[in-house]
């Protein structure tokens, strides 16, 4: 018998070094008080400071967070519908046409998804603008909430909404009492992910956005093809505080859940 | 309830989705489509309107008349794309096989540690798919930059006596890609290992296998379709990637997302971009076909 | 209310793509009677229940429920209840927000749903769980849970599918005597789908057996038992001898059949025609050692312990292996003895070969 104990503890060693030291190194040096950001100069919060003045940005972050807020909701509520016509309504014309419209999009190039939309949106004479890339983002976090919530739907005992109906509750009714509650765990992951998804959308976002419609992505990008700059890496640790406190968050909700049921 | 139509109810909760669907993203296609198909003029927009939204018939059919496939053949000729397409597999290709390589013993020694931890474990390789891409792949520059922290650390350790120019090259993108990938190839290889009956390597032993036999017998051949997955999931987009190469590559990593981008932006050569744009799905609609057929064959076996 | 069978089907059928899962099929279900739908799985019994609570529409034919025609009427629409193999309960409700679930559909006063729950929990000895949550109950428990829910409506017929299939072999038992208890103390009429011949002939007034989307027969447990009307029928329920052969002769109300393990002798009905190939069913237990009509002679192969009694398995002569089932006693043969077994004519079934 050979002892893997070491071998696996160096893999995983390496493979969350990768994974995390990029991550740490930015969030490092983001409180560097130098404007240098590979030479360290002592600990400094100067750059959030400035950060938190730059009012291109902190309007840039509410465009990005409204959108995601706004496209997320439409996604989820899609994303549900249409999980359950895949789901529970068995074979109907044009499934495999609608099968491909909900699927396609999440391998998809971005590239290729944001130059279709801007065409619509050019040949439609819709102004771009905030709700043009509300509406791209709802389409392309639609895929994702659809897989989330159909896998949710696939496990779910088809004979709980057949229980309700036999005891007398009617279409909606089983759909509001039995089903969403039942559902709504994978309804509250369909819309954290579409956020996350929207907030970090940058290509369809250059697509589809108009003056006055920049999000966070955009901006961020635009100073990052200038080089590395202390305040983005703020911006940056900021972020992934954010995101790293939602996913303890969700952590620690799934384990209270899990415990109370 | 498994009919061929739908109750009225069924009908409206599907329509929502459907008409969202056939708006944002098939309309939008078949435009491509038609663009890509249309004359090359600089104008605004800058292309001539093959057919106006609401048009009659007769006029739909007088336009077809004037369908080109200019912007195709133009694609051909342009060696840019051509070069940029070729660039493109080839950068996806070598990525993808190296996150392969980094993923699957990672995943195998998640799967291998104790049941406690596991849970974990996956979170943590899956959770950094849940930052910013852009951030991501913009914390590489400072690592990969000629003065920044890697050459700074490999001269201090004396390794290197110049730094090394891995910054703005294709060795850059390639690291750029298998890192921001990596999660989702990660995720379907744990997933595929994950649900091997350790019983199976435990009734190999006992027939007589060494471990490397049962692995390469056992163990690798059942997690065939995770490999698989994860490798379709991460070569599809990381064809047409635009922010990676963009970020950290040189100006001769012209990869065909960066290509479209800069038609689309910068030429304003609309139908040519359309076209290459049409040419990069055609290319990748295929191996998903594959996939989804081995899927169902799978499913029905 | 609507007089009439508490559930009847007229020529109903259903196909699923290719294959037929119920062919044709009419039953009539009296009020308070407790029906098993009986048959291997695939044969059409859980189908033909969907179709009574209304999530499967027939293709063909009329379903009524107390006379009243259902055959297009949505299961929320229904004077039926299900108690599902999985019970169903609802994980995110309190055992008695189950109980109450379709009261409150009905749009009942609180109170009276109180009262009513009340009733229920009592019936299936559920006092104290009111409160908890499904997957904080025992098998046994969520098993009656259902039950309660099912019955609150008070319908005027029960479906229960696989009723006891999750539950273990001794609770399955006590659940059965249960259940026939219950079913008699509310007079509604029970139907009870299941595979498993013990738990129909130990519950039910009345047994269909179903075979690919048809009924095989319909009577009472013992007359399934003792006169099964096709091979399938007696194969299916319990264990049985079946000698194929010849009728030579057949006078008065035996008929004498040559098989390959000698001339049998056996009671019918109706005289069989000279010539015809007939099999002879014959359950272990009518069989005995010693000499008699019917007498075969074998070898004693293996027998197997059952409490008070023992299976023995001859060979006989022709070398096929026949079942014998014997009392306990101390002259029993031991294996590799050379045995006589006989049978009496009126043990024999004639059916068809």
Same mark, same amino acid.
């Given at each position: *018998?050979?002892?893997w104990?070491?071998p696996r503890l160096t893999m995983l060693l390496a493979g969350f070094a990768f994974l995390y030291a990029p991550i740490a190194?930015?969030?490092?040096?983001?409180?560097?008080?130098?404007?240098?950001?590979?030479?360290?100069?002592?600990?400094?919060?100067?750059?959030?400071?400035?950060?938190?003045?730059?009012?291109?940005?902190?309007?840039?972050?509410?465009?990005?967070?409204?959108?995601?807020? #706004?496209?997320?909701?439409?996604?989820?509520?899609?994303?549900?519908?249409?999980?359950?016509?895949?789901?529970?309504?068995?074979?109907?014309?044009?499934?495999?046409?609608?099968?491909?419209?909900?699927?396609?999009?999440i391998v998809?190039?971005?590239?290729?998804?944001?130059?279709?939309?801007?065409?619509?949106?050019?040949?439609?004479?819709?102004?771009?603008?905030?709700?043009?890339?509300?509406?791209?983002?709802?389409?392309?976090?639609?895929?994702f909430?659809?897989v989330v919530?159909?896998a949710?739907?696939?496990?779910?005992?088809?004979?709980? $909404?057949?229980?309700?109906?036999?005891?007398?509750?009617?279409? @909606?009714?089983?759909?509001?009492?039995?089903?969403?509650?039942?559902?709504?765990?994978?309804?509250?992951s369909?819309?954290?992910l579409?956020?996350i998804l929207?907030?970090d959308?940058?290509?369809?976002?250059?697509?589809?956005?108009?003056?006055?419609?920049?999000?966070?992505?955009?901006?961020?990008?635009?100073?990052?093809?200038?080089?590395?700059?202390?305040?983005?890496?703020?911006?940056?640790?900021?972020?992934l505080?954010?995101v790293g406190?939602?996913l303890?968050?969700a952590t620690?909700?799934?384990?209270?859940?899990?415990?109370?049921? | 309830?498994?009919?061929?139509?739908?109750?009225?109810?069924?009908?409206?909760?599907?329509?929502?989705?459907?008409?969202?669907?056939?708006?944002?993203?098939?309309?939008? #296609?078949?435009?491509?489509?038609?663009?890509?198909?249309?004359?090359?003029?600089?104008?605004?927009?800058?292309?001539?309107?093959?057919?106006?939204?609401?048009?009659?018939?007769?006029?739909?059919?007088?336009?077809?008349?004037?369908?080109?496939?200019?912007?195709?053949?133009?694609?051909?000729?342009?060696?840019?794309?051509?070069?940029?397409?070729?660039?493109?597999?080839?950068?996806a290709g070598v990525s993808t096989l190296i996150a392969l390589l980094v993923a699957y013993p990672l995943a195998l020694a998640i799967v291998r540690s104790s049941p406690r931890l596991r849970p974990l474990l996956i979170g943590l390789a899956v959770a950094p798919f849940w930052t910013s891409f852009?951030i991501r792949v913009?914390a590489w520059?400072?690592?990969?930059?000629?003065?920044?922290?890697?050459?700074?650390?490999?001269?201090?350790?004396?390794?290197?006596?110049?730094? #090394?120019?891995?910054?703005?090259?294709?060795?850059?993108?390639v690291i750029g890609i298998v890192y921001s990938y990596l999660p989702f190839v990660i995720l379907p290889i744990y997933n595929s290992l994950e649900r091997q009956?350790?019983?199976?390597? %435990?009734?190999?032993?006992?027939?007589?296998?060494?471990?490397?036999?049962?692995f390469?017998?056992?163990t690798l051949p059942l997690s065939a379709p995770g490999v698989v997955a994860g490798a379709l999931l991460m070569f599809i987009p990381a064809?047409?990637e635009?922010?990676i190469?963009?970020?950290?590559?040189?100006?001769?990593?012209?990869?065909?997302?960066?290509?479209?981008?800069?038609?689309?932006? $910068?030429?304003?050569?609309?139908?040519?971009?359309?076209?290459?744009?049409?040419?990069?799905?055609?290319?990748? @609609? /295929?191996?998903?076909?594959?996939f989804?057929?081995?899927q169902?064959?799978?499913?029905?076996? | *209310?609507?007089?009439?069978?508490?559930?009847?089907?007229?020529? @109903?059928?259903?196909?699923?793509?290719?294959?037929?899962?119920?062919?044709?099929?009419?039953?009539?279900?009296?009020?308070? %009677?407790?029906?098993?739908?009986?048959?291997?799985?695939?044969?059409?019994?859980?189908?033909?229940?969907?179709?009574?609570?209304?999530?499967?529409?027939?293709?063909?034919?009329? @379903?009524?429920?107390?006379?009243?025609?259902?055959?297009?009427?949505?299961?929320?629409?229904?004077?039926?209840?299900?108690?599902?193999?999985?019970?169903?309960?609802?994980?995110?409700?309190?055992?008695?927000?189950?109980?109450?679930?379709?009261?409150?559909? $009905?749009?009942?006063?609180?109170?009276?749903?109180?009262?009513?729950?009340?009733?229920?929990?009592?019936?299936?000895?559920?006092?104290?769980?009111?409160?908890?949550?499904?997957?904080?109950?025992?098998?046994?428990?969520?098993?009656?849970?259902?039950?309660?829910?099912?019955?609150?409506?008070?319908?005027?017929? #029960?479906?229960?599918?696989?009723?006891?299939?999750?539950?273990?072999?001794?609770?399955?038992?006590?659940?059965?005597?249960?259940?026939?208890?219950?079913?008699?103390?509310?007079?509604?009429?029970?139907?009870?789908?299941?595979?498993?011949?013990? %738990?129909?002939?130990? *519950?039910?007034?009345?047994?269909?057996?179903?075979?690919?989307?048809?009924?095989?027969?319909?009577?009472?447990?013992?007359?399934?038992?003792?006169?099964?009307?096709?091979?399938?029928?007696?194969?299916?329920?319990? $264990?049985?001898?079946?000698?194929?052969?010849?009728?030579?002769?057949?006078?008065?109300?035996?008929?004498?059949?040559?098989?390959?393990?000698?001339?049998?002798?056996?009671?019918?009905?109706?005289?069989?025609?000279?010539?015809?190939?007939?099999?002879?069913?014959?359950?272990?237990?009518?069989?005995?050692?010693?000499?008699?009509?019917?007498?075969?002679?074998?070898?004693?192969?293996?027998?197997?312990?059952?409490?008070?009694?023992?299976?023995?398995?001859?060979?006989?002569?022709? /070398?096929?292996?026949?079942?014998?089932?014997?009392?306990?006693?101390?002259?029993?043969?031991?294996?590799?003895?050379?045995?006589?077994?006989?049978?009496?004519?009126?043990?024999?079934?004639?059916?068809?070969?």
């Open positions: *018998m050979i002892d104990r070491i190194l930015l969030v490092i040096y983001s409180f560097n008080a130098s404007r240098l950001v590979t030479v360290w100069a002592g600990f400094s919060t100067r750059w959030y400071a400035a950060l938190l003045a730059d009012e291109q940005m902190v309007a840039s972050a509410l465009v990005s967070l409204k959108v995601a807020a #706004l496209s997320a909701a439409i996604a989820t509520v899609n994303g549900t519908l249409a999980a359950f016509a895949l789901e529970r309504f068995g074979r109907f014309r044009t499934r495999s046409i609608f099968v491909g419209g909900i699927y396609a999009p998809m190039p971005e590239v290729i998804l944001g130059l279709s939309l801007l065409l619509l949106f050019v040949a439609l004479g819709i102004g771009r603008g905030f709700w043009t890339i509300v509406a791209a983002h709802a389409t392309l976090t639609m895929c909430a659809t919530v159909r949710r739907l696939a496990v779910l005992d088809l004979s709980l $909404e057949e229980a309700a109906m036999d005891l007398g509750a009617g279409p @909606v009714s089983t759909f509001l009492r039995i089903v969403l509650p039942l559902l709504a765990p994978a309804l509250i369909a819309y954290m579409a956020l929207s907030l959308d940058l290509v369809i976002a250059s697509f589809v956005s108009g003056p006055g419609s920049t999000t966070l992505p955009m901006r961020i990008y635009s100073q990052v093809r200038l080089g590395v700059s202390p305040e983005i890496n703020a911006m940056s640790s900021l972020l505080g954010v406190l939602a303890l968050a620690a909700a799934g384990r209270w859940r899990r415990r109370i049921d | 309830m498994r009919k061929g139509r739908l109750s009225t109810g069924a009908r409206l909760a599907l329509g929502a989705p459907y008409l969202w669907i056939a708006l944002f993203f098939l309309a939008p #296609l078949a435009l491509v489509l038609k663009i890509s198909l249309s004359m090359s003029v600089i104008a605004q927009p800058p292309y001539e309107p093959a057919f106006a939204f609401g048009a009659g018939l007769a006029e739909w059919v007088a336009q077809a008349q004037k369908f080109s496939t200019e912007s195709y053949r133009g694609l051909l000729d342009d060696p840019l794309y051509l070069q940029s397409c070729l660039t493109s597999l080839a950068i852009l913009y520059i400072a690592i990969l930059k000629e003065e920044g922290l890697l050459n700074h650390a490999l001269l201090a350790l004396g390794l290197v006596d110049e730094p #090394l120019a891995i910054f703005a090259t294709n060795t850059a993108v009956d350790a019983s199976l390597r %435990e009734a190999a032993a006992d027939l007589g296998a060494s471990e490397l036999q049962t390469w017998t056992v064809v047409g635009f922010v190469p963009d970020l950290l590559g040189g100006s001769d990593t012209i990869m065909i997302g960066r290509t479209m981008w800069n038609d689309f932006f $910068e030429n304003r050569d609309w139908p040519t971009a359309s076209a290459g744009a049409i040419a990069l799905l055609a290319l990748l @609609v /295929g191996p998903i076909v594959w989804e057929r081995r169902m064959r799978e499913a029905v076996r | *209310m609507s007089a009439g069978p508490a559930l009847s089907f007229e020529q @109903v059928s259903k196909r699923f793509g290719a294959t037929v899962a119920v062919d044709g099929v009419s039953i009539e279900i009296g009020a308070g %009677e407790f029906f098993a739908l009986l048959g291997p799985s695939g044969c059409g019994k859980t189908t033909l229940m969907r179709i009574a609570a209304g999530f499967e529409t027939p293709d063909e034919g009329r @379903v009524t429920i107390g006379g009243a025609d259902v055959t297009a009427r949505p299961p929320h629409r229904r004077p039926v209840n299900m108690m599902f193999q999985s019970y169903a309960l609802f994980p995110h409700m309190s055992v008695a927000d189950n109980v109450a679930f379709g009261l409150r559909r $009905e749009g009942m006063a609180r109170a009276d749903v109180a009262a009513r729950v009340a009733e229920m929990i009592r019936l299936v000895q559920l006092q104290g769980m009111e409160t908890r949550r499904p997957d904080q109950l025992s098998g046994g428990q969520r098993q009656r849970a259902a039950l309660a829910r099912a019955l609150a409506r008070r319908p005027r017929l #029960l479906l229960l599918d696989e009723p006891l299939a999750a539950l273990d072999r001794k609770l399955r038992e006590e659940t059965q005597f249960e259940l026939m208890d219950i079913q008699k103390r509310l007079g509604t009429a029970f139907v009870v789908v299941t595979h498993d011949q013990d %738990e129909a002939m130990a *519950m039910a007034d009345r047994i269909a057996v179903m075979r690919a989307g048809r009924i095989e027969q319909v009577g009472a447990p013992a007359e399934i038992y003792e006169r099964p009307r096709s091979r399938f029928v007696a194969e299916f329920i319990g $264990e049985i001898n079946l000698f194929e052969g010849r009728v030579t002769a057949a006078r008065d109300s035996v008929a004498h059949i040559d098989t390959a393990e000698g001339a049998i002798a056996a009671n019918c009905a109706r005289a069989p025609e000279q010539g015809a190939r007939l099999a002879i069913a014959v359950r272990p237990e009518r069989m005995q050692f010693g000499g008699g009509i019917n007498s075969l002679e074998g070898v004693v192969h293996d027998f197997a312990y059952r409490g008070d009694r023992r299976i023995f398995r001859v060979r006989l002569a022709s /070398g096929r292996l026949v079942r014998l089932s014997a009392p306990v006693g101390r002259d029993a043969p031991a294996a590799g003895a050379q045995v006589n077994i006989a049978f009496d004519p009126s043990a024999c079934v004639l059916l068809d070969a």
